[in-house]
């Protein structure tokens, strides 16, 4: 499975857009990005995913890049209880789907 | 709305004692996912169960470390001896397949290994 690297760290203003990097550069045809985020002590919480085209759901917008090696998390108005480590993740859609989860980026919503 | 239920939350033993953590996936989901987190870092994936049957246990300390989900829903990951290395977040995921679907994860068992 393909390896992701992001930022250690990102600070954000409350109400404006955070923007969270992800590089996946080896990322093959058959797997998908996945963003996951992890509130202090709890277990991580599924935000987004897609293949190719750019998705949105209540919580997130997800832009893929067209050659598919870097990925951009939008939180569109963030706040404070979007302080938390946020995850992304590559996973193939065969029998062989797991997923590799690195350090994340440890987003920071200031007041 | 269903939840992968885990237990116990938090656990503190003595090394060289069994320890067992419980997870009871959200109805319907075939695939199971035990991980490890250390304090600071992501998940890692330790065992995965494709209904009863193991996908990967690649990552498994198999000399300490059992997982079992002998009937496809439930499953207990088991440690004996454990050691102070061990103290971690046991995590549990399931999803409905390996292929389909978010993983769904448990609040944790946190292990503390004096």
């Known amino acids: 499975d393909a390896k992701t690297t992001q930022p250690p760290s990102m600070d954000c203003a409350e109400g404006r857009a955070a923007n969270l990097p992800c590089n996946h550069s080896?990322?093959?045809?058959?797997?998908?990005v996945y963003w996951y985020r992890q509130i202090h002590s709890q277990g991580p919480q599924y935000i987004i995913h897609?293949?190719?085209n750019n998705e949105t759901n209540e919580m997130a917008s997800l832009i893929i890049t067209e050659d598919r090696k870097s990925s951009t998390l939008i939180l569109p108005h963030a706040t404070l209880r979007d302080t938390a480590v946020y995850y992304c993740?590559?996973?193939?859609?065969?029998?062989?789907?797991?997923?590799?989860f690195g350090d994340g980026t440890t987003l920071t919503v200031k007041p | 709305e269903a939840e992968v239920a885990q237990s116990p939350r938090y656990k503190i033993t003595e090394k060289s004692q069994a320890v067992a953590f419980w997870c009871d996936p959200i109805?319907?989901?075939?695939?199971l996912y035990w991980y490890r987190q250390i304090l600071g870092q992501g998940p890692e994936l330790l065992v995965q169960?494709?209904?009863?049957?193991?996908?990967?246990d690649s990552q498994l300390p198999k000399d300490r470390f059992s997982a079992e989900r002998l009937k496809g829903v439930d499953s207990t990951l088991k440690i004996q001896p454990a050691e102070l290395g061990d103290s971690a977040m046991y995590l549990c995921?399931?999803?409905?397949?390996?292929?389909?679907?978010?993983?769904?994860f448990g609040p944790g068992t946190r292990l503390l290994v004096l």
């Open positions: 995921a399931s999803s409905l397949g390996p292929d389909r679907g978010p993983y769904d």
């Open positions: 169960f494709q209904d009863e049957s193991v996908v990967d």
């Open positions: 080896t990322i093959s045809g058959n797997e998908y």
């Open positions: 109805s319907g989901h075939a695939t």
């Open positions: 897609g293949l190719k």
């Open positions: 993740i590559v996973r193939r859609n065969t029998n062989a789907g797991k997923s590799t």
